[in-house]
């Protein structure tokens, strides 16, 4: 009489540890129940942030024809378009500039400087800026926007140059020897070259630097002048008083633009070449 | 010394140094003339240096020391897009974003051709490298082997002095790489382009080239026609890179080499190397084994073991003096008698096949 | 052929050396704009701080020009308003406190949620871990406020959280977790927690599962293979992502805003507070230096840790 052999109930694996795979499934609901909630109720008939009273899209409304709102918006838009495109252009040449070379004198400092807005915390910076601005702004009186749009300049630098330079790092150096071989002179082998293989790098480094942007509250909320709410620091403002799902309203558009810009920018990180 | 009208490439005493923590001194002192209209290949193990030449030539590393001549003019100071030189990449560096045709065309259109001039020539190209079906495919849709022939296509279409190709065969498999020697011969004959070939496979080098340079550590050691280098290698490094090869003591006295492990064999010596003891190499397709005491000229020897190799059949031999000796015996439809494991036998070496060696 | 190379033949390296000065023209040429941005808008701001930390404060906010280290001496200390002797600065004392406490219990749950979750998504199949990732990374990326805002109404008295224990009967009155620590603490692992599964992931992805193998196979339990070989293998990965917790947790302010009210102060709220009510821009100059110095001390760590990795490998 034999004992009949006893199987496990599941194959036995090194890579399974008890319990991680339970906290990690909590750990992603965790992440993402806050935020769905939020969005549920920026639909709510009522005006309650906690009880459901059927649907209804009041709140977008709402939102949509508040001038303060729609100003912030668009005040966000601009200042995050121009930081963008001027962050990436700096950056896309200084990634060109940083890439690719064997070490150069000054390497060190300008990789240094360019990740320089990464290493202070914000708060830091903000303050930093208001010093500096407030004292320019006294001198001269000037107070547009130019102060919003070099601050966010300045720190969307870093965001854009990581996705440009990792895309130059991967991209074949002898395409463009090829391309000076062939004739080109050093700007044809850009142009025609250089380009348009980094083209999704850059892409990707201007909607990284847009979303920077759009989501800063803490430099923008030191630097701005009197009446330069951008989106985010209108909604600071409002959370000083009773809060409506209008707020929610604006945190689910703010967050499904973010989200496409994140997709977008993962799909095209994604290294088609 | 011939006319330079007949010299294409002259490399004047060129060195490059790669500073870093151990330098590296990449050519060491090189000078070579390459004639016009010739298939001329530098050959060599990785990191000989026949590389960065080839690259010190198309312009894309400036020379540390030393001067390049094309068609007699200096060339030194001259960047990559200005010498009418072309190359043909290891990784065929294929503009993934344009298309076979369009590759094809970028060098014309850099050079400002007309656009009739750059259709037809493109035409002309696709047709010479047999790929006129796939010009609008995109260089990621293609196999490898017709990459390689577009990167060829798109390299000859400027019509350039010279081509200069590196290791363009290396990515291949052995069928479509023996295709494409013949190919690259082909194309060489019909575009009558002098043709400099970096490779470190000795047999392409023999099968393609009019002459081959041998390099190794940043020098150039030997250069000559694939027979000369093969059957009259100076140094003992290139006959232990090129082919399988006996190295046997011997004392030269004129033109005669007598073999320590016995017989006389008529040399004809390199120049400094004088009489006294030398060494000399014999192929192992040049010496032949029978089982029997030996004769005049003949060396006693042991069989030590016996390799089977499909057309030939190669017997690892000792001989009276200690000497190791390789002899290579072509298998015969019936199969003849071979002398088996550790039998006496007799070696002899076919006549002109000791050559003496310079070190 | 000896005077013919000696009459075109340039000097030796010249060639190269001028092929070298017009690359660094060049490299320098073109980070020329990316630097002169960030000198103008970031970095140059921050000596002119330094400068305005040895300043008196100015009656209405911004500074007078004269000398004084008052202001750093007021970081940690106080004068008392009766007697004059010297004393600790308690209030500032408390919130750099607070603001270390909180950092160091953010980033211990972040890592207790943190590392399941990255060994999740690295033992899944390779086709899926992108997928898993993902989700990770987006929250990651969306607003910031956004998502402290979604904390808040979670938990705010009307909340959703306090509601549901209502209903459940586990409750009798809504519990009050606004305005305190634990909700700053609550709000900053939620908003930092991908910061610890992403270079996590990355070093339990590089493990070499064979030596947990070779561990079972040497009658190690499940539990001793974590502790004594996984868990050291991986480490350096743990330490990189406590550390990217720890620092944006110091530095912290949107989140102790929003969520800590304005009782529960930490050191980025006390830096405002001084070109705000405070009206004492010289000592805001200094704690900020200080937070950055503090800053600075755990990047030199993070980089020595990763760098050593690197060189590991």
């Given at each position: 009489?034999?004992?009949?052999?006893?199987?496990?109930?599941?194959?036995?694996?090194?890579?399974?540890l008890?319990?991680?795979?339970?906290?990690?499934?909590?750990?992603?609901?965790?992440?993402?129940?806050?935020i769905?909630?939020?969005v549920?109720?920026?639909?709510?008939?009522?005006?309650?942030?906690?009880?459901?009273?059927?649907?209804?899209?009041?709140?977008?409304a709402?939102?949509?024809?508040?001038?303060a709102v729609?100003?912030?918006?668009?005040?966000?838009?601009?200042?995050?378009?121009?930081a963008?495109?001027?962050?990436?252009?700096?950056?896309?040449?200084?990634?060109?500039?940083?890439?690719?070379?064997?070490?150069?004198?000054?390497?060190?400092?300008?990789?240094?400087?360019?990740?320089?807005?990464?290493?202070?915390?914000?708060?830091?910076?903000?303050?930093?800026?208001?010093?500096?601005?407030?004292w320019?702004?006294?001198?001269?009186?000037?107070?547009?926007?130019?102060?919003?749009?070099?601050?966010?300049?300045?720190?969307?630098?870093?965001?854009?140059?990581?996705?440009?330079?990792?895309r130059?790092?991967?991209?074949?150096?002898?395409?463009?020897?090829?391309?000076?071989?062939?004739?080109?002179s050093?700007?044809?082998?850009?142009s025609?070259?250089?380009?348009?293989?980094?083209?999704?790098?850059?892409?990707?480094?201007?909607?990284?630097?847009?979303?920077?942007?759009?989501?800063?509250?803490?430099?923008?909320?030191?630097?701005?002048?009197?009446?330069?709410?951008?989106?985010?620091?209108?909604?600071?403002?409002?959370?000083?008083?009773?809060?409506?799902?209008e707020?929610?309203?604006?945190?689910?558009?703010?967050?499904?633009?973010?989200?496409?810009?994140?997709?977008?920018?993962?799909?095209?990180?994604?290294?088609?070449? | 010394m011939?006319?330079?009208?007949?010299?294409?490439?002259?490399?004047?005493?060129?060195?490059k140094?790669?500073?870093g923590?151990?330098?590296?001194?990449?050519?060491?002192?090189?000078?070579?003339?390459?004639?016009?209209?010739?298939?001329?290949?530098?050959?060599?193990?990785?990191?000989?240096?026949?590389?960065?030449?080839?690259?010190v030539?198309?312009?894309?590393?400036?020379?540390?020391?030393?001067?390049?001549?094309?068609?007699?003019t200096d060339?030194?100071?001259?960047?990559p897009n200005?010498?009418?030189?072309?190359?043909?990449?290891?990784?065929?560096?294929?503009?993934?974003?344009?298309?076979?045709?369009?590759n094809?065309?970028f060098?014309l259109?850099?050079?400002?051709?007309?656009?009739?001039?750059?259709?037809k020539?493109?035409?002309d190209?696709?047709?010479?490298?047999?790929?006129?079906?796939?010009?609008?495919?995109r260089?990621?849709?293609?196999?490898?082997?017709?990459?390689?022939?577009?990167?060829?296509?798109?390299?000859?279409?400027?019509h350039?002095?010279?081509?200069?190709?590196?290791?363009p065969?290396?990515?291949?498999d052995?069928?479509?790489?023996?295709?494409?020697?013949?190919?690259?011969?082909?194309l060489?004959?019909?575009?009558?382009i002098?043709?400099?070939?970096?490779?470190?496979?000795?047999?392409?080098?023999?099968?393609?080239?009019?002459?081959v340079?041998?390099?190794?550590?940043?020098?150039?050691?030997?250069?000559?026609?694939?027979?000369?280098?093969?059957?009259?290698?100076?140094?003992?490094?290139?006959?232990?890179?090129?082919?399988?090869?006996?190295?046997l003591?011997?004392?030269?006295?004129?033109?005669?080499?007598?073999?320590?492990?016995?017989?006389?064999?008529?040399?004809?010596?390199?120049?400094?190397?004088?009489?006294?003891?030398?060494?000399?190499?014999v192929?192992?397709?040049?010496?032949?084994?029978?089982?029997?005491?030996?004769?005049?000229?003949?060396?006693?020897a042991?069989?030590?073991?016996?390799?089977?190799?499909?057309?030939?059949?190669?017997?690892?031999?000792?001989l009276g003096t200690?000497?190791?000796?390789?002899?290579?015996?072509?298998?015969?439809p019936g199969?003849?008698?071979?002398?088996g494991?550790?039998t006496a036998?007799?070696?002899s070496?076919?006549?002109?096949?000791?050559?003496?060696?310079?070190? | 052929?000896?005077?013919?190379?000696?009459?075109?033949?340039?000097?030796?390296?010249?060639?190269?050396?001028?092929?070298e000065?017009?690359d660094?023209?060049?490299?320098?040429?073109?980070?020329?704009?990316?630097?002169?941005?960030?000198?103008?808008?970031?970095?140059?701001?921050?000596?002119?701080?330094?400068?305005?930390?040895?300043?008196?404060?100015?009656?209405?906010?911004?500074v007078?020009?004269?000398?004084?280290?008052?202001?750093?001496?007021?970081?940690?200390?106080?004068?008392?308003?009766?007697?004059?002797?010297?004393?600790?600065?308690?209030?500032?004392l408390?919130?750099?406190?607070?603001?270390?406490?909180?950092?160091?219990?953010?980033?211990?749950?972040a890592f207790?949620?943190?590392?399941?979750?990255?060994?999740?998504?690295?033992t899944q199949?390779?086709?899926?871990?992108?997928?898993?990732?993902?989700?990770?990374?987006?929250?990651?990326?969306?607003?910031?406020?956004?998502?402290?805002?979604?904390?808040?109404?979670?938990?705010?008295?009307?909340?959703?959280?306090?509601?549901?224990?209502?209903?459940?009967?586990?409750?009798?009155?809504?519990?009050?977790?606004?305005?305190?620590?634990?909700?700053?603490?609550?709000?900053?692992?939620?908003?930092?927690?991908?910061?610890?599964?992403?270079?996590?992931?990355?070093?339990?992805?590089?493990?070499?599962?064979?030596?947990?193998?070779?561990?079972?196979?040497?009658?190690?339990?499940?539990w001793?293979?974590?502790?004594?070989?996984?868990?050291?293998?991986?480490?350096p990965?743990?330490?990189?992502?406590?550390?990217?917790?720890?620092i944006?947790?110091?530095?912290?302010?949107?989140?102790?805003?929003?969520?800590?009210?304005?009782?529960?102060?930490?050191?980025?709220?006390?830096?405002e507070l001084?070109f705000?009510q405070?009206?004492?821009?010289?000592?805001?100059?200094?704690?900020s230096?200080?937070?950055?110095?503090?800053?600075m001390?755990?990047?030199i760590?993070?980089?020595?840790?990763?760098?050593?990795?690197?060189?590991?490998?």
């Amino acid at each position: 009489m034999s004992e009949p052999i006893r199987q496990p109930r599941r194959g036995y694996s090194v890579r399974s540890l008890p319990g991680f795979a339970v906290v990690a499934v909590f750990t992603f609901f965790a992440l993402y129940a806050p935020i769905l909630i939020l969005v549920a109720f920026s639909f709510n008939a009522g005006t309650s942030l906690a009880i459901w009273e059927g649907f209804s899209l009041r709140w977008y409304a709402q939102a949509a024809a508040n001038e303060a709102v729609q100003e912030a918006a668009v005040r966000s838009l601009i200042l995050a378009g121009v930081a963008a495109s001027v962050a990436t252009v700096a950056a896309t040449m200084a990634a060109l500039a940083t890439t690719r070379t064997r070490r150069f004198p000054g390497r060190t400092m300008i990789y240094a400087l360019i990740n320089q807005p990464l290493m202070v915390p914000e708060i830091v910076t903000a303050v930093a800026l208001l010093i500096v601005f407030a004292w320019i702004k006294v001198a001269t009186g000037h107070t547009s926007m130019v102060y919003l749009i070099s601050a966010h300049t300045a720190f969307c630098i870093p965001f854009a140059y990581l996705p440009i330079r990792a895309r130059l790092e991967t991209m074949d150096y002898t395409l463009e020897t090829a391309a000076k071989d062939l004739y080109a002179s050093p700007w044809k082998v850009f142009s025609r070259v250089t380009l348009p293989l980094m083209w999704p790098g850059i892409i990707a480094g201007y909607m990284l630097a847009f979303v920077i942007s759009l989501d800063d509250v803490v430099i923008t909320e030191f630097v701005k002048s009197a009446g330069q709410e951008t989106l985010p620091t209108f909604m600071l403002g409002q959370l000083r008083r009773v809060v409506t799902p209008e707020i929610n309203a604006i945190s689910t558009i703010i967050l499904a633009a973010g989200a496409i810009l994140v997709s977008l920018f993962f799909w095209l990180s994604r290294g088609r070449r | 010394m011939e006319s330079y009208s007949e010299t294409a490439v002259e490399a004047r005493r060129i060195s490059k140094i790669f500073p870093g923590e151990t330098e590296v001194r990449a050519l060491d002192d090189v000078s070579v003339s390459i004639h016009r209209n010739e298939f001329f290949t530098l050959l060599g193990p990785s990191g000989c240096g026949k590389t960065t030449l080839l690259r010190v030539i198309a312009g894309f590393e400036p020379p540390t020391m030393g001067a390049l001549f094309l068609a007699g003019t200096d060339i030194s100071r001259l960047p990559p897009n200005q010498r009418p030189v072309n190359t043909v990449f290891q990784n065929y560096a294929l503009f993934p974003h344009m298309s076979v045709a369009n590759n094809i065309a970028f060098g014309l259109e850099m050079l400002g051709k007309p656009k009739d001039e750059v259709r037809k020539t493109v035409d002309d190209m696709l047709r010479l490298v047999r790929m006129e079906a796939l010009s609008a495919r995109r260089t990621s849709e293609i196999s490898g082997g017709q990459q390689q022939r577009v990167a060829l296509a798109r390299a000859l279409a400027p019509h350039p002095e010279v081509l200069l190709l590196d290791e363009p065969l290396s990515a291949l498999d052995l069928k479509l790489r023996k295709e494409m020697q013949i190919e690259l011969k082909r194309l060489q004959n019909e575009t009558g382009i002098t043709f400099i070939f970096v490779t470190h496979d000795q047999e392409e080098a023999l099968t393609m080239s009019d002459r081959v340079a041998v390099m190794n550590a940043g020098k150039i050691l030997q250069i000559g026609s694939p027979q000369e280098i093969y059957q009259r290698p100076a140094e003992r490094f290139v006959a232990n890179f090129i082919g399988e090869s006996n190295f046997l003591d011997a004392t030269l006295s004129g033109h005669t080499a007598t073999l320590k492990a016995g017989g006389a064999h008529e040399v004809d010596p390199p120049e400094g190397v004088s009489d006294g003891t030398v060494s000399v190499l014999v192929r192992p397709e040049h010496a032949s084994v029978r089982v029997g005491e030996p004769k005049t000229n003949e060396m006693a020897a042991t069989v030590e073991t016996v390799v089977y190799s499909g057309e030939a059949t190669t017997l690892h031999l000792r001989l009276g003096t200690g000497e190791a000796l390789k002899a290579r015996l072509p298998n015969s439809p019936g199969g003849g008698a071979l002398p088996g494991q550790g039998t006496a036998a007799s070696v002899s070496i076919a006549p002109g096949a000791v050559t003496v060696l310079k070190d | 052929m000896a005077e013919v190379s000696a009459m075109s033949e340039p000097t030796a390296g010249a060639l190269e050396r001028e092929a070298e000065r017009d690359d660094n023209r060049t490299r320098w040429l073109l980070s020329l704009p990316a630097m002169i941005i960030i000198v103008l808008a970031a970095a140059g701001p921050l000596l002119v701080m330094v400068v305005y930390s040895f300043l008196t404060p100015g009656d209405y906010g911004n500074v007078k020009w004269e000398f004084s280290t008052q202001a750093w001496v007021n970081t940690i200390l106080q004068r008392d308003i009766f007697d004059d002797t010297l004393m600790w600065a308690d209030a500032h004392l408390s919130i750099f406190w607070r603001s270390l406490s909180l950092s160091l219990i953010t980033t211990v749950m972040a890592f207790a949620f943190g590392l399941p979750t990255a060994w999740f998504i690295a033992t899944q199949p390779p086709g899926k871990r992108e997928f898993w990732l993902f989700l990770v990374t987006v929250p990651f990326w969306s607003n910031l406020l956004v998502r402290t805002i979604a904390i808040q109404e979670l938990i705010r008295a009307e909340g959703v959280i306090n509601n549901l224990l209502l209903l459940l009967g586990i409750i009798d009155e809504p519990l009050q977790m606004m305005f305190t620590n634990f909700a700053i603490a609550f709000g900053m692992t939620y908003v930092y927690l991908p910061l610890m599964v992403l270079p996590i992931y990355a070093a339990v992805d590089k493990l070499d599962f064979r030596l947990v193998e070779a561990a079972n196979d040497l009658y190690a339990s499940r539990w001793r293979t974590f502790w004594r070989v996984i868990l050291p293998l991986i480490k350096p990965g743990i330490i990189a992502g406590s550390i990217l917790v720890f620092i944006p947790s110091l530095g912290a302010y949107v989140t102790p805003r929003v969520l800590g009210g304005g009782k529960n102060l930490m050191f980025g709220n006390l830096i405002e507070l001084q070109f705000g009510q405070g009206r004492n821009w010289p000592l805001g100059a200094a704690l900020s230096l200080m937070l950055m110095a503090a800053v600075m001390v755990s990047l030199i760590w993070y980089v020595r840790v990763t760098s050593r990795e690197r060189s590991n490998v």
